[in-house]
C-alpha cells in the first residue's frame, strides 16, 4: 500500500463540473448537498455478530473526487460504519496546499520498484522528477501543519459521526523519519481531534523511531500501528511492542499470507491484544504467485479469521482494504460492498 491516492481539493470538486458529473454518475446523488443528504436516519451499521468491518478510504482511491464529503458518501454507499481515514481528505477540508504531484502516478511507479519490477529508463527519470517535487511540496505541508487550526479536524469529525460514521484510526504521511517532530505532533493531535483511537504508518524498520514514536504517543494518550507489507514475520513487531504499551500492530492478513507465513490464524491468537486494526485481503501464497485477488480466490484465511474473532470477542476492527483490479463495468464502492458481504456471510 498505500498512500497512492489522488489528491483532489474540495475546491477543485465543487469547481470542475465534469467531476461532478462522473461523481454523480458513479455515486448516485449530487454530492453538492453533502451534508444535508448524510445527515438521515438511515446510518449504517456493520457490527457483524460483534464484529467491527471497516474500510480504509484508500479503497475508493479510483473514484473521481477525493474530498471528505465525497469521500463519506462512498463509505456510506458501501454501507460502512467505521473507517480508517487517510491524510488526504482530512487535511484538504482543513486546507492543505494542494498538490500538483500525480501521486496515482506516483506511487503506481514507487509500488512497482518496491515489489522487485525493472523500471525502464524513461520511468525512473520520471519516478526522480516526482521524487524532487514530493520533497518540496512535503516542505511547504510541514510548515502549514505547523499553523493549522484543529477546528477543521472537528467539524470532520462532527460530519462523518452525524452520518453514522466513526474515524478509528488516521493515517496521515506524518510519521516518518523524514518528518519533523511538530508533524509527528500534529499528527497524533488530529487524530485525537477525529476521535481516532490509534494512528497507522508503514513499519520504519528502525528501532529508534519505533522507540521516539512510542514516547509520543504516550503523551498523547494515542496508540501507533505499525503497517507490514511481505516483510511480516511473527516477530516482526516484537522490539516496538516492547518498547513501549503505546506501540501496537496494524497487522495486514492478506501481506503476512503472500509472505509465505504459514500459519496467518497463529498471529491473531498470540498478539490479538497488541492489534489496533487488521487490514483485510486476499492475496495468495508465494506458490501460487502472491496474488492479489478478488475475496474468496485467494489463500488469506478471511473466513476463518473473522470467525477467529467473533468466537474470541476479539475487539480490534476489520479494515477493508480494496487491492485488486476492479473488474470492468465495476467500481470501487461495488466491490467494497462485495467485500462486505462477504464478511457477512463469513460470520452469519
Known amino acids: 500500500m498505500e498512500n497512492n491516492k489522488s489528491n483532489f ?3 477543485r470538486f465543487i469547481g470542475t463540473s465534469a467531476s461532478f458529473a462522473a461523481a454523480t454518475a458513479i455515486a ?3 454530492l453538492f448537498a453533502a451534508p444535508s443528504i448524510l445527515k438521515n436516519n438511515n446510518k449504517p451499521n456493520s457490527i457483524i455478530n460483534g464484529v467491527q468491518i471497516g474500510v480504509i478510504t484508500y479503497s475508493f482511491r479510483s473514484m473521481p473526487d477525493q474530498s471528505a464529503e465525497a469521500t463519506l458518501k462512498y463509505i456510506l454507499d458501501c454501507g460502512i460504519s467505521a ?6 481528505p482530512a487535511e484538504s477540508y482543513a486546507g492543505k496546499p494542494e498538490n500538483t504531484v500525480d501521486r496515482r502516478r506516483y506511487y503506481t511507479l514507487m509500488s512497482s520498484k518496491r515489489n522487485g519490477d525493472v523500471l525502464s529508463d524513461e520511468q525512473q527519470k520520471e519516478m526522480t522528477e516526482m521524487q524532487q517535487k514530493m520533497a518540496a511540496y512535503n516542505k511547504t505541508v510541514a510548515q502549514w501543519r505547523s499553523t493549522v487550526s484543529m477546528d477543521k479536524f472537528a467539524e470532520l469529525r462532527k460530519m462523518y459521526n452525524d452520518a453514522g460514521v466513526t474515524i478509528y484510526a488516521f493515517k496521515p504521511r506524518a510519521f516518518g523519519k523524514d518528518n519533523t517532530d511538530a508533524e509527528i505532533d ?3 493531535r488530529a487524530a485525537k481531534t477525529l476521535g481516532a483511537s490509534h494512528v497507522t504508518l508503514e513499519h520504519p524498520g528502525d528501532d529508534a523511531h519505533t522507540q521516539k514514536l512510542g514516547d509520543m504517543a504516550k503523551k498523547h494518550g494515542i496508540f501507533v500501528a505499525y503497517h507490514g507489507h511481505e516483510q511480516q514475520t511473527p516477530t516482526f513487531w516484537d522490539t516496538a511492542l516492547k518498547q513501549s504499551k503505546y506501540n501496537a500492530l496494524n497487522l ?3 501481506h503476512y499470507v503472500a509472505a509465505g507465513n504459514t500459519d496467518p490464524l497463529e498471529i491473531i491468537k498470540s498478539k490479538h491484544d497488541r492489534i489496533m486494526s487488521m487490514h483485510t485481503k486476499d492475496r495468495q501464497t508465494p506458490g501460487h504467485g502472491k496474488g492479489n485477488v478478488p475475496w474468496g480466490t485467494g489463500d488469506t484465511p478471511i473466513t476463518q479469521a473473522l470467525q477467529l474473532m467473533r468466537d474470541n470477542n476479539y475487539k480490534f476492527p476489520v479494515t477493508i482494504e480494496l487491492e485488486y483490479e476492479i473488474p470492468e463495468g465495476s467500481n470501487a464502492i461495488e466491490e467494497v460492498r462485495k467485500c462486505l458481504k462477504y464478511c ?3 460470520l452469519a
Open 9 to 11: 481539493s474540495r475546491r
Open 28 to 30: 448516485g446523488p449530487s
Open 83 to 88: 473507517i480508517e481515514l487517510m491524510g488526504d
Open 186 to 188: 500534529w499528527g497524533m
Open 252 to 254: 495486514d492478513l492478506g
Open 344 to 346: 457477512k456471510k463469513s
